[in-house]
């Protein structure tokens, strides 16, 4: 079942800030995070376990609410190459390494 | 660092032909899957493997076979092309190792397209 992204797209200036969400309706084991941009292959941010961790990477952080089981990217003082479209991909325990992901925002910074 | 390798990066096919899309990874990983992408769909499983000899089915699995009979390969096999089978195809395969912190890699994609 396909996690649930919010907003299904977001138009920055650069230097502003945005939050991405992701939920499930199931319980997870963690949350992985991509950045696509277009005509190329998605790469990898970040992965968030159960337990409710808050990771970071550049201007990038994210954390993970198991009781609520979201995640949230938050993307600080954005740049120019922030822009493209960002994916959460969800894993459930006992899924044999299965990632579902979710329908994508997508993140446009304007200079 | 060659990756995950798809061949072919683009693709025209006719609609009933059959084709094999071919993937390769050189980092020993046990996890390999494919994917497809459609506008506004997200990245969708179609099969995916635990490893050698072991395969199974993602969410769109139908019109489409797999095999994986080493570690390296997971080639993923159209019978019987259809129109909507026109999509973006990745590639991507994972480490399990000892615990499930291990990010997945992608290919560069085989962008195909069905007449």
């Known amino acids: 079942q396909q996690p649930v992204q919010s907003p299904q797209a977001v138009i920055l200036r650069e230097g502003e800030d945005a939050v991405i969400n992701c939920s499930s309706s199931k319980a997870l084991y963690s949350v992985h995070w991509y950045r696509q941009k277009h005509g190329e292959a998605p790469v990898f941010l970040m992965i968030?376990?159960?337990?409710?961790e808050q990771k970071g990477h550049e201007k990038i952080s994210a954390s993970f609410n198991e009781k609520k089981q979201q995640s949230s990217l938050y993307l600080t003082a954005s740049q120019l190459s922030y822009s493209g479209t960002y994916f959460c991909g969800t894993e459930r325990g006992g899924s044999n390494y299965k990632l579902t992901f979710g329908k994508g925002t997508l993140l446009t910074v304007n200079p | 660092n060659a990756g995950v390798t798809q061949t072919p990066k683009f693709q025209v096919l006719k609609t009933g032909q059959s084709m094999t899309l071919q993937c390769a990874q050189d980092m020993n990983h046990e996890y390999m899957s494919w994917y497809r992408q459609d506008p506004g769909m997200g990245l969708r499983l179609i099969h995916y493997s635990v490893g050698a000899g072991i395969t199974d089915q993602g969410e769109v699995p139908n019109g489409y076979n797999v095999s994986r009979s080493t570690t390296e390969d997971f080639p993923l096999r159209l019978l019987s092309a259809a129109p909507s089978q026109t999509s973006v195809y990745f590639c991507a395969s994972r480490s399990t190792g000892t615990t499930s912190n291990q990010p997945q890699h992608f290919g560069d994609g085989t962008r195909l397209s069905i007449l």
């Open positions: 968030l376990l159960k337990g409710g």
